[in-house]
């Protein structure tokens, strides 16, 4: 009985708390940023500055997206952490803000991978990315005040 009961309990907290995360740890939302969490967000933006510069098509291998000046939304994320922050951190506030705000628009297209998925689903389009990047950006100044 008391398996049971911690199944349904672990059951109900996913349900209520969201998705896990793809690599089996808890998510933290209570997120700490600094200015370097807001540069990312902005250089990401940048790198995707018009259609043209967006693959919809993310393996989450970024080479070929550096090489074609063409990003997805977690290639641009993670390019522009290397530029600002001189290394990629999966777990960063800036690329969490992204996901987490993403979620709003999330609407069935995650299966496993939010950015990859949601990036390369066919209703996903590039108004819609420019919109969570503009989002997280805001939502990252509101926090560094």
Not at 34 to 50: C, G, P, V
């Amino acid at each position: 009985m008391k398996t049971i009961t911690l199944i349904l309990l672990a059951l109900i907290s996913s349900s209520i708390y969201g998705q896990q995360p793809e690599d089996g740890t808890q998510e933290n939302r209570n997120l700490i940023f600094d200015s370097a969490d807001l540069k990312i967000i902005q250089r990401a933006d940048s790198y995707l500055s018009d259609r043209l510069k967006w693959n919809k098509q993310d393996e989450r291998k970024c080479d070929d997206d550096v090489t074609n000046g063409k990003y997805s939304l977690f290639c641009a994320l993670y390019k522009a952490s290397l530029d600002i922050a001189g290394e990629y951190n999966h777990r960063r506030a800036a690329m969490q803000v992204v996901r987490f705000t993403l979620e709003k628009y999330e609407k069935g297209r995650v299966k496993e991978h939010r950015l990859m998925d949601w990036n390369n689903h066919p209703n996903t389009n590039f108004k819609e990315v420019k919109k969570v990047l503009k989002e997280s950006i805001e939502t990252v100044r509101q926090k560094l005040k």
